[in-house]
């Protein structure tokens, strides 16, 4: 489905990422994990190429995204980030229907596809008439996973979407998530720096340091690691749990 073939993203004297070769399959979720700095966004941001590579290649499909019209590829690729970026003066059931109304999808199949899409994401469907100023933050987040899946994308992209939510609520939508994949099989690449979020919610993990990628496995390989970034990154939320003991 998606192939990065030695990315690199160099900003001036800066390098971004580094050489980064990975694949993801039809219907996986693919977690990339990294501290602050690690390159996870600017290697998200490669493959619907609001970055564009220094080197490599990335391939959807395999066909090289940099032959693709840039607004065409990423109408073929949902994109849920932290904060939501919803419409500020569209209704919810507005802002679910913005790429399906732009591709030319008929009013009624659209409407069909809001309705659909807000009971998928646990969302009344009273929700739809209202201004994302009258939503809570997981109302809105949700309201954005749901634009994210509106027009059956082939791929979506997740940029620490629920990142800045209150721990309870994003459990909630953690688990919320997890349903939706198991529902729609939608293929993702979802990028966060919360190491049980990584663990839990996709099939394979990326571990990236200083843009490159240092490990690459399911979540059980990963806790068989050697490497000194990766057994630490991962014995975080057991050293933070020990520090209130």
Not at 13 to 37: C, I, N, Q, W
Not at 212 to 227: I, M, P
Request: negative net charge; glycine residues 10%.
């Amino acid at each position: 489905m998606l192939e990065l073939d030695g990315v690199t993203v160099r900003f001036g004297d800066v390098v971004a990422v580094r050489e980064v070769s990975l694949t993801v399959a039809e219907g996986e979720l693919l977690m990339l994990l990294g501290g602050s700095g690690s390159g996870k966004t600017t290697t998200l941001e490669t493959i619907n190429r609001l970055v564009e590579p220094t080197e490599g290649t990335v391939r959807l499909r395999g066909e090289d995204v940099r032959a693709l019209v840039p607004h065409e590829l990423r109408r073929r690729i949902g994109y849920c980030f932290q904060g939501t970026g919803l419409f500020a003066h569209l209704t919810v059931a507005e802002n679910v229907g913005i790429t399906p109304r732009l591709l030319g999808w008929p009013p009624e199949r659209v409407a069909a596809r809001v309705a659909e899409l807000l009971e998928l994401v646990e969302l009344p469907a009273e929700l739809a008439a209202r201004l994302p100023d009258q939503l809570s933050g997981g109302q809105a987040q949700r309201v954005g996973v749901a634009r994210a899946l509106a027009a059956e994308p082939e791929l979506v992209l997740f940029d620490e979407p629920f990142g800045a939510l209150d721990p309870i609520t994003r459990e909630s939508l953690q688990a919320s998530f997890t349903r939706v994949r198991r529902e729609t099989g939608l293929t993702g690449v979802f990028v966060t720096h919360d190491v049980i979020e990584a663990l839990t919610l996709g099939d394979r993990v990326a571990v990236l340091r200083d843009g490159a990628l240092v490990a690459l496995g399911t979540a059980a390989a990963l806790r068989e690691s050697d490497d000194p970034y990766v057994r630490k990154l991962l014995d975080a939320p057991r050293r933070a749990l020990g520090a209130l003991a």
